[in-house]
């Protein structure tokens, strides 16, 4: 599933074309704001293995909220 597909004209003097996005997978959508929300509260220790995790965290957290679609 993906999120914010679109379909756009192209403009010149009159509509020329249009321009598709298939856009986003909906899962790195969702791992995307999980991350954001994390981050969100300054406390994060800044080392690589600490945005490892974050990352797989935020993955795990988009497969179930996919899981909960199905619902």
């Known amino acids: 599933m993906k999120a914010f597909p679109s379909t756009e004209p192209i403009y010149r003097n009159d509509i020329v074309g249009v321009k598709e996005s298939s856009g986003m997978d909906l899962r790195d ?38 899981k909960a679609r199905e619902k």
Do not use: H
Request: charged residues 20%; without cysteine; proline residues 0%.
């Open 29 to 66: 959508y969702f791992a995307g704001q999980v991350i954001e929300g994390l981050l969100a509260d300054g406390g994060w220790a800044g080392d690589l293995s600490y945005f490892e995790d974050v990352a797989e965290g935020a993955y795990r957290m988009a497969d179930a909220m996919m």
